[in-house]
């Protein structure tokens, strides 16, 4: 059996292989409502076979959306419909989870952020958030965990990356806050942990937690690597089981050396250094690139994003690559 094959246990929750769908914005929803594109896209990608199923960035507050096609767990009634997500992908043997997200500057409706820096020269200047404006943040977190909850899903994403709200206090050229939340680096982590202590008041202790960060800004004088393991180790001793280590998306200056497996040496060296499971991700295509990132200890998850656009079935086609011995749907097996 290989280890991508194998199963994996995070808190009470078990991974039957370590294949997950990367969260990818499907730009579908109306309103913040999901609707039947969601269910056969995320639905499909279960029946594919995915050990974990990390559901597109959802908004937690109608300000907090990327675009008007964005997912939201801002009111109560938007549970409804992905109730039934969930439970069709927990039929099909993958664990629903979901990435939560706050989008700041790259908002598409009214934009704040840390300091009133716009991402671009051509945007209009986002407003600072006071001290009100983050406390709604941190419990708009929290109220949108408590619904993620009782809409069946199993495991929560915090997303701290690409640019968005979380990353823009992080780094040092989005946060020039003369407050508790800006200049130091203690400072800049404040908002992320103080949303990470919100939602467990109301995320179950037994549920996973994980937290997806852009390990650099891939710029001068920006959040580093460096930063990102110390970060990590102290994620890792306030409950947060695995960080999901992807990167950029900070400036639009930024210098990405992209190539197959280009972020990988970050998910290894957060593994090793800050004792704390780790996620790879971007460009990972191949079944036996993803063992070898496996076998060679430099992260627990392999997260798949575009490739899964292409094949909703990929672990069903990785699995015959590596010789491993799955269980098909049932309604499929002729095509086995
Ligand atoms: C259409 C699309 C939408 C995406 N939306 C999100 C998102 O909602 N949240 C997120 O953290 N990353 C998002 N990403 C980034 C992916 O999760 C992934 O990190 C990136 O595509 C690199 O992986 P890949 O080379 O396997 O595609 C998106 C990527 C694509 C292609």
Redesign the pocket.
């Known amino acids: 059996m290989s280890l991508l094959f194998s199963p994996l246990k995070i808190k009470d929750i078990v991974f039957k292989n370590r294949i997950v769908i990367?969260?990818?914005?499907?730009?579908s929803a109306v309103d913040g409502y999901a609707n039947d594109w969601h269910l056969v896209h995320y639905g499909s990608r279960a029946v594919g076979g995915a050990g974990l199923i990390i559901q597109?960035?959802t908004a937690v507050s109608e300000e907090g959306r990327?675009s008007t096609g964005d997912l939201g767990l801002y009111r109560e009634e938007h549970s409804e419909m992905l109730q039934k997500i969930t439970a069709f992908i927990h039929q099909h043997g993958a664990v629903a989870g979901i990435?939560l997200?706050h989008a700041g500057r790259k908002g598409c409706c009214s934009t704040v952020a840390p300091s009133a820096i716009a991402f671009a020269p051509e945007d209009n200047e986002p407003l600072a958030l006071d001290e009100a404006g983050i406390q709604k943040v941190i419990s708009d977190f929290r109220t949108a965990a408590q619904r993620a909850l009782k809409a069946g899903y199993k495991l929560i994403?915090i997303?701290a990356?690409?640019g968005y709200l979380i990353h823009q206090f992080l780094s040092p050229l989005s946060n020039r806050r003369t407050d508790n939340y800006g200049g130091s680096f203690e400072n800049r982590i404040r908002l992320l942990l103080e949303i990470v202590k919100e939602v467990q008041t109301v995320w179950p202790g037994n549920l996973p937690l994980f937290v997806?960060i852009s390990a650099t800004d891939w710029a001068e004088d920006g959040w580093d690597v460096d930063e990102a393991v110390q970060l990590a180790s102290i994620l890792n001793r306030n409950g947060v089981d695995l960080i999901?280590c992807?990167s950029g998306g900070l400036v639009p200056y930024q210098k990405i050396p992209v190539g197959p497996g280009y972020?990988v040496p970050f998910a290894e060296r957060l593994r090793n250094e800050s004792q704390i499971l780790t996620s790879a991700?971007?460009?990972?295509?191949d079944a036996r690139q993803a063992e070898e990132i496996l076998q060679k200890g430099q992260a627990d998850l392999i997260?798949?994003?575009?490739?899964?656009?292409r094949d909703p079935y990929y672990p069903l086609h990785a699995a015959k690559l590596l010789g491993d011995e799955i269980v098909w749907p049932q309604q499929y097996l002729r095509g086995k």
């Open positions: 990367s969260p990818m914005c499907m730009y597109e960035a990327i990435q997200a994403e997303h990356a690409h997806r999901d992807s972020q991700v971007g460009l990972i295509t997260l798949i994003a575009r490739e899964s656009l």
